[in-house]
């Protein structure tokens, strides 16, 4: 029979395997500044392949002025700075895109300053645009700067309603829902949160 010490130990030790084995899975999904969101996506959409989200790019660099090819190389390259989500915004049958920063980063100038690379994410949260497929290219539909986009289950002329994820300057989390009005995304209401 094992004495108690070892038998604690024992199960210490079984504890931290069985939690070392199931990090990655509790890991899934995309991580925003320390914090994971599941975006829900349904079989059938396929992730992008690589010349759609070199399109994607593409586009986002020539939509949002503040996102250039040099601020994404400085945070890391596309691969590693951008992540690219599949959703049917309308139920065409196309696939749309949120296309999304992943975090910011600081850089060592050549002349020993810091650089902050920001052009991705906010100080709190990095930024999304949703992407919607035309049949000839994509085309920019909603944007949000430091707030999520989440898909919502209703739709308004034929297109999802959206809610943003984001927190104020005093720490209260806000969520604007926005409704398609047939020609582009517009706040409907806005629930403010308790203080944290």
Known sequence: M???????????????VAQVISSPAQQAGSSKRGRTFRRSRPAALAQPTSAIRQELIQQLIGDDSTVTSSCIDKSGGADRAIQVEPIDLNRDGKV???VSGTGGSINMTSTGTMEIVDCLCGARRCHDWLYLNTGAGY???FSVKNGGIIPLATYTNGYRDLSVETVLGNSRPVTPIYKFDGTRYQETKQRTGRRR
């Open 96 to 98: 749309d895109y949120v």
């Open 2 to 16: 094992l004495s108690k010490p070892k038998t604690f130990l024992i199960l210490v030790a079984y504890l931290f």
């Open 139 to 141: 085309k920019l539909v």
